[in-house]
C-alpha cells in the first residue's frame, strides 16, 4: 500500500511540474516601440505602441477613478489602414465637433468618441466598452496631444 501511495505521489507531482512551460519567445514576438506618449506635468493621460504584425496598442489612465491609477489599453491591428483612419476620424471630430458620439468598432470593443469644447479649446474624450459594459474612459485629449500620440508633427 505504501509503494502505491509513493507511485500516485511522484506520478502527481510529475504532472503538475509539466505545467510550466516557458513563454519567453512569445513575449519576446509582442514587444511594442513607443509612438508617442501624453504624461503633462508628469501625470500619464495616454501611449500609443506598435507591437509587431502591425498591431496598435493604446494605453489610457481609466478617468473615472481620481485617486487610483488605473491604466486601461486596446488593440488593433492595422488593416486597411485602421491607424490612420482613427487618427483621422479624431481630428476630424475636432475640427467639426459633431453633437452626437462617434463609435468605431474594434473586433473585440467599442470606441465611443465624444467631442466638445473645453474652454475654447477643441477636445476628444474615449469611451472604451466591451459586450460586458464600460471598460474605461480617458481623459479629454486636446488636437496637440493626439498628434503626439500618434506620433504627428
Wanted: aromatic share 12%; with cysteine; hydrophobic share 40%.
Amino acid at each position: 500500500m505504501k509503494k502505491i501511495i509513493l507511485l500516485l505521489g511522484v506520478t502527481f507531482s510529475s504532472v503538475t511540474f509539466a505545467q510550466i512551460t516557458d513563454i519567453s519567445n512569445v513575449v519576446k514576438a509582442m514587444e511594442c516601440e513607443s509612438i508617442g506618449k501624453v504624461s503633462p506635468l508628469g501625470v500619464f493621460m495616454g501611449e500609443m505602441k506598435k507591437c509587431s504584425g502591425d498591431v496598435y496598442e493604446f494605453s489610457y489612465r481609466d478617468y473615472k477613478y481620481s485617486q487610483i491609477t488605473d491604466i486601461k489599453r486596446f488593440s488593433f491591428a492595422d488593416k486597411d489602414g485602421a491607424y490612420e483612419y482613427l487618427y483621422n476620424t479624431l481630428i476630424k471630430g475636432m475640427n467639426e465637433l459633431p453633437k452626437d458620439k462617434v463609435v468605431l468598432k474594434l473586433p473585440d470593443a467599442l470606441l465611443h468618441l465624444k467631442f466638445e469644447k473645453s474652454l475654447g479649446i477643441p477636445c476628444v474624450t474615449i469611451f472604451h466598452t466591451s459586450e460586458a459594459g464600460v471598460v474605461g474612459m480617458s481623459q479629454t485629449f486636446t488636437k496637440k496631444q493626439i498628434d503626439k500620440l500618434f506620433g504627428k508633427k
